[in-house]
């Protein structure tokens, strides 16, 4: 989970988060209900009932892009998918499912559960609101709820890319192509093409004076197309690496130091001095563990002096690690599922380096400059 968030607990083991940007929106909507929404739909209420029912509504809705978000993880989960966390931001919510979807099919239903569960909760919600016709704040509640769990059901199903529409189209594309990379460009450039819809629908509400919702769709528009250009990127840089290997990329000039070595010895010597992110822990030239900086950072200052590099480190049990013939695709893959940014190279029990993020970037930055465009020549 990212620092801007506040952690929620967990639900099926998957830590829940809110976003700061998350107290904006909320704030907002609150007023928007509070003032406009609820007084034109229900008049003569105290002023502090309309401030109540709509912060109740907010979180409530809230509540419903959470379950939204349970409906993706909960069959991600079934196809052994492991959810790295769920976080409420601006927009919503997003599930950070930790690895691509192993088939067509799992994508698919990975996709549609989300928008199955609003179109659920807007059923219940509306059931709910026949029942309820005596009680007029509760009324309130569930016809807002059943309103707005259809609209995120309907607007997550627009098939741009990486809405869950988009996903659902990529699974289609996929299932009928056999070609993931070609329903991943597909359905990136669609995405594009309707995050620019977006765009254009809100700049031409701006000019025509309606400037808080054109302003509104524009950002939704930008967003959508950061998301689809981002994912574009992410299948040309799979498309660079593929058939490269661990090897071709690793650092072999990797940094060791022995298990007593104290946090502060190493952190004069080779994080600061020599500006290393992780540290091989060997004991009589086997390795032992790995320390990396997010193990020294756990530690207070006040202890440094005191601990011991293995007290910190992952001890080799622990440890992932990655083969050096394994494809360079795959060792991202499995960076992002264990949500760790370097894996110690070994080769029997032996270390042959270490493959930092880092070093895939640079060995990208390295192939694309010295690989020579390719001319064709007509006779
Ligand atoms: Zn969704």
Redesign the pocket.
Known sequence: MNRSSISLGRILGIPIGVDYSWFLIFALLTWSLATSYFPVEFANWPVAQYWIVGAVTVILMFGSVLL??L??SVVALRYKIPVRNITLFIFGGV?QIAAEPPSAMSEFWI?IA??IVSFGLALIFGLLQTMLGALAPLLAVAKYLAYINGALGLF?LIPGFP??GGRVFRAIIWGITHNLRKATLIAGNVGRLIAFIFILVGVWQIFTGNFGNGLWIAFIGWFLESAASSQIQQQTIHDLLAGHHVADAMRRDYTWILPDTTLEQLIDKHILGGGRRSLVVKQADQVVGLLTLHNVKAIPSTAWSSTSAAQVMIPMEKMKWIRPEADLVDALGEMDRDGVNQLPVMLGDQIQGILGRDDVINFLRTMSEFRRPQHSHSK
Do not use: I
């Open positions: 939204h978000e409906g993706h599930a996709a989300g928008p997550n809405l869950d």
